[in-house]
Structures are given as C-alpha cells and as structure tokens.
C-alpha cells in the first residue's frame, strides 16, 4: 500500500509539473523624462507559447511620444518595431508592438522608447542610437516625423506571458541627491570662474 502511495503521489506531481501553464496579461504605465530613457520590462514564458502579444496603446494619435518597441531574450533581439497598431483595440496610428505566433519558453525583455531610438545592433549591449546624446527633456524635444511638446506617458501591454515585471521607479531620495549634486557641481563650477 505505501508503494501505491508513493507511486500515486509521484504520478501526481508529474502531471502538475506537465500540466500547461496559465498565461496572463500585464499592463503597466509609466512617464519617461528624456529623448534617451528606454523602459525595460521583463517578462517569462514557462512553457513554448503560440500567441504572445507586446504593444503600446499610449501614442493617443499625437498626446504622447511615437514610440519604439523590441523584444529581447538573453540580450539578442527577437524583434523590434516602429508602427503598428493593429495588434490590439485603443491603439492609435503611431503606437508600437509585436506579435510571435511561436516563441520559446525562456526569460525575455521588452523596451519601448522615443522614434527614433533604434537599437544600435542585434545585442542589448550595442545599446541605443540615442545613447550618445545629450538629454533632452521630453517637454522641449522636437520629436523626429512629429514635434515639439510630445507627452511623457507610456502605456504598454503583454499578453500570452506568464509573469511581467513593472521597471523600477526612481526613489524620491534618488531625485534629491541628484540635484545635490548637480547643486554642488554648479557651485564648484562658479568658484572657479570667478577664481
């Protein structure tokens, strides 16, 4: 009987670990402040999925930045994209997304960023075209193909995932040390022009 038992019990945990996972959808939201700033979301598939879903919904026909959207897993591009709202209700004509009828199971990131921030290569680690710049604050960048003003909100949505992290937000106290030290820097910086 305890050999029943124990072979019952086996049996059950095979078919709970074979079982097919439940994937979910994810929606965060977020301000960027600079023409520069990539958001980065990571997301996990357990198991091979046949429709997963990335997009942006937040371009609201010209309220918000034209954004970028790529889909990274172990910092090799899997596919990046301008334009499409085709893939989900609420997109306006500049947002952004992609659809994999087949990804593999796997740990993977998705970024959005301002037009034109394109990826500089194949590998995250090439970065962004817009890494060498100066930044700029939304508010005052004139957007490539749209204009000055462009808004700081983002909105995106994943579907087909079975976890997704929303990327940090910047700590109050993170801010107050950065004008710290900016503060310090011009200080210095006027002693030493007047010196």
Do not use: C
């Amino acid at each position: 009987m305890r050999k029943f038992k124990i072979l019952l019990g086996s049996a059950l945990l095979a078919a709970v670990a074979a079982a097919p996972s439940h994937a979910a959808d994810f929606s965060f939201s977020g301000t960027i402040q600079y023409q520069k700033d990539v958001i980065k979301i990571p997301f996990t598939l357990l198991q091979d999925a046949t429709d997963v879903r990335v997009w942006t919904d937040s371009f609201h026909s010209g309220g918000n930045f034209d954004p970028i959207t790529a889909v990274w897993k172990n910092g090799v591009i899997v596919g990046e994209n301008d334009d499409d709202s085709t893939i989900a209700l609420g997109q306006t004509y500049y947002d952004s997304g992609l659809r994999f009828a087949n990804l593999s199971a796997g740990n993977y990131l998705f970024t959005i960023a301002t037009f034109n921030n394109f990826a500089n290569g194949t590998h995250l680690n090439d970065g962004f075209r817009y890494d060498s710049q100066a930044a700029i604050p939304l508010a005052s960048w004139d957007q490539p193909a749209n204009h000055v003003g462009m808004g700081p909100n983002w909105s995106v949505h994943l579907s087909g995932v079975d976890s997704a992290t929303p990327p940090p937000v910047p700590e109050p106290e993170s801010y107050a040390m950065l004008a710290a030290g900016l503060g310090l820097l011009a200080f210095v910086a006027r002693r030493k022009k007047q010196a």
